[in-house]
């Protein structure tokens, strides 16, 4: 068996009107997915500082189904290794 990869980055994005979170590794790897209003959202983001470069083009693929408004909202969180 292969180990998962580590979450290195977690994406705060709009999605079909409601919040969503998504977990991506590294490469930008979509890892997991689920509401941004939980409870485990805050305590991954808790001293940490968002960045807005979901409309970069190193994002471009993993978030190709999201318009340019959704992206250029969007919070990015880089997690430690």
Not at 3 to 11: G, K, Q, T
Not at 36 to 40: D, L
Not at 42 to 49: A, P
């Given at each position: 068996m292969h180990?998962?990869?580590?979450?290195?980055?977690?994406?705060l994005i709009e999605s079909g009107g409601a919040m969503?979170?998504?977990l991506f590794d590294v490469q930008r790897?979509?890892?997991a997915e689920f509401d941004?209003?939980?409870?485990?959202v805050?305590?991954?983001?808790?001293?940490?500082?968002p960045a807005r470069e979901a409309h970069w083009p190193e994002w471009d693929a993993a978030l190709?189904?999201?318009s340019s408004s959704e992206?250029?909202?969007?919070l990015i969180y880089a997690l430690e290794p």
């Open positions: 180990p998962n990869p580590p979450a290195r980055y977690l994406v969503v979170a998504r790897r979509l890892l941004a209003g939980s409870e485990e805050g305590m991954m983001t808790e001293g940490l500082q190709a189904g999201h992206r250029e909202a969007a």
